[in-house]
């Protein structure tokens, strides 16, 4: 099942405190980018974030789900009617996400 669109523009409003906030769609799915990294996405209408140290601690109980089938486990995040909440989770795990690699050229 894909994401919705409403869904994504809930969740990017509710981002929508955090500067270099952007998304990229995939396969029906969104990937969501903070500063130039990627800190998760948007997977059958729930937000999911890289099961980082910082982001583990953040959530007091941090529940893992897969994005899609084969893929790595990520956290869920229920909380996303709390935009400080959310603001406080991606500004934690931005210093340890891995720097985007850089676009091949072809």
């Known amino acids: ?58 959530i007091s109980t941090p529940e893992y789900e897969l994005p899609y089938e084969g893929a790595k486990e990520m956290i869920l995040v229920d909380n996303v009617d709390d935009k400080e909440y959310l603001a406080g989770l991606f500004n934690t795990m931005f210093d340890e996400l891995p720097a985007s690699k850089p676009k091949k050229k072809k």
């Open 1 to 58: 099942m894909a994401s919705s669109r409403e869904y994504l523009d809930f969740i990017m409003e509710q981002l929508s405190g955090l500067e270099d906030i952007n998304y990229r769609a995939m396969m029906g799915e969104y990937i969501l980018y903070y500063k130039g990294k990627i800190v998760g996405g948007i997977y059958d209408d729930r937000l999911l974030v890289k099961p980082v140290k910082s982001a583990i601690n953040y």
